[in-house]
């Protein structure tokens, strides 16, 4: 059983957040909020998302599984104008989902959730990654675009002696660097930290960012970095996980 | 002789309703406004055009009629800034049209109406249309829109005993259905009606309705579906007709 | 010895001037200020750009001349928010250029000014030039505008007796004229003027022309055409001169 109604923007930002990574995916439907983990095919990205009861105007769930096709889902919710609730009931024998976005009814076939890739162990890194940065989404976003200009991997690390943040690109001819310092930063843990990323996966995840999130960065050496952000007005959490390159040095 | 001025919003939105159907057309240029038949080469979908002098700053013809490149014409309507005037003169030697805005002239050759599709005659099938729904230019779009993501092809009916206007689209796994009661529509005379159309052929009539335009819609069973809404505050008459697709059930 | 600090808005205007012509330029690094010449690869189009010192917020140099991309940097300049700030300091030593938006640091190669087309000696034809006509940015977009929709070719004049300032396009079929009299030009210096020019050059030279730009063109009869205007709030002085194309009729 499962019967919710949602905000537009709310269900567009969830679905954002898992979309980048994946076409499809297992939605959890717990008695407390929805729960979607996914990672890419190539294994290298990784979401967790939860959205809370609470970020829903009304949410009744009691523990199904379900297996959903996302871009055909962000269409639907893109049809909703902003401000616009949909409602979202699950019909259990037909396997089917039914939105109503005021007088329109989609009705969606559901996927088998035994043919999704699996879900990833997102492993707990916390002794690994001993340095954390808080940044905006804005920043995140401008790194990554200068960094696209000259590279197609990307840098990130902190200086623990002069406590700053920085994202490091290099090119055939030109590079870029980007740095935040304490003053620029939501705020700074500082430890050893330097690992190399694909910058294709930073842009994807990025674009699932909001400019105005607050985005806590944890990084260590060689190792993944982990991003987390809040959406839905802090009710729904949102992790991703990015498995470092081989340093190409 | 035609001799006429008139806003660069009433021309674009005259031209554009013809336009979305064919790109050359007949415009009959009568003493008491404009008047364009035009059906496309499919013989699927109809429309008539009437643009009352009213609708002009001014106005002056005596009934002659020529032959245009509608692409060409709203193309160079579309050079005027909003709220500009267009200045149009026939010169029935050359048979060009001289179109001014402002400093700009364009001289625009004419083609021989003869070489023109033949214009339909727009069948007057008030008896075979019992039912009748008026709605909002948006409310088409947004039905159009939605079945587009699952369908070619859409069924528009009526509810007789429930009174309601419907849209169906039926695809490979997903289903669209929309809705509109009495509090919804505009307008509702219930009959029996429920006939299929052909998707393209709506989104493109779509893109000729404006958003607040109320849109009468006339429909039987089986039959074609007639849309009429006015342009140019009420000075404009259009008038689509979509011939229905056999059902595919 | 370079070192400056130019708004984002002042060095995107200057860049785009030169970079509708070229790909690569040489800048010189005067102490007076930076200054370009160019020409295109089929020596129809060029460019003669100035941007004073007082152009800048702050400005150092002692005569050098560096070889860049100017795509690429054009880039790195549209990084910067809008009154965002954008330093700039050669390395002498290594020839990179590293230019500073706030905590984003791009270090750009150069390019050796050997490798860059020659730069043009643009002419003085000043005797040859007797027509002045003072336009809006805007009013050559639109003229240009027009006439790409008959032709790839545009005729530049001034009407001595009548005295006005002519654009005309001839098609195949169709024709655009433009004219602009004393009432709607800002000045108007009459004399015997009407030259063919390459609309294409007049689309890109029109892109970096600002819309409210105050553009001084000056024409003769078969002769090249100058056009001036300036950025940077006057501190800056763009021309550009366009090879007349030889007579079709």
């Known amino acids: 059983m499962f019967k919710a109604i949602v905000s537009a923007e709310t269900l567009t930002a969830a679905l954002d957040s898992v979309g980048v990574l994946v076409d499809e995916c297992k939605i959890h439907l717990e008695e407390d909020g929805i729960h979607i983990m996914a990672v890419d095919p190539a294994n290298v990205g990784m979401v967790d998302l939860e959205l809370d ?29 902003s401000g616009q609730l949909i409602n979202l009931e699950l019909d259990d024998e037909t396997r089917k989902l039914h939105i109503h976005i005021d007088g329109l009814e989609y009705t969606l076939a559901l996927i088998d959730p035994d043919s999704i890739r699996q879900e990833p ?75 190399l990323f694909s910058l294709d996966y930073l842009k994807d995840m990025g674009r699932a960012i909001p400019n105005d999130a607050e985005v806590t960065i944890e990084l260590g050496e060689e190792f993944p970095v982990k991003m987390h952000f809040t959406i839905a007005e802090g009710e729904g959490n949102v992790t991703f996980m990015l498995a470092p390159r081989i340093q190409s040095s």
């Open 53 to 81: 009861a609470a970020a829903f105007e009304s949410y009744e769930a009691d523990g199904g599984l379900i297996g959903v096709n996302l871009s055909r889902l962000s269409d639907i919710a893109g049809m909703a104008d």
């Open 121 to 195: 162990d997102i492993p707990d890194l916390n002794d690994k990654l001993p340095a954390t940065v808080v940044v905006e989404g804005r920043d995140i976003d401008r790194a990554v675009t200068a960094a696209d200009m000259v590279s197609d991997h990307i840098a990130l690390g902190v200086n623990e002696d002069e406590e700053f943040f920085y994202v490091d690109a290099e090119g055939d001819t030109d590079d870029v660097h980007f740095e935040m310092g304490t003053d620029d930063l939501i705020a700074l843990t500082a430890g050893p930290a330097h690992s």
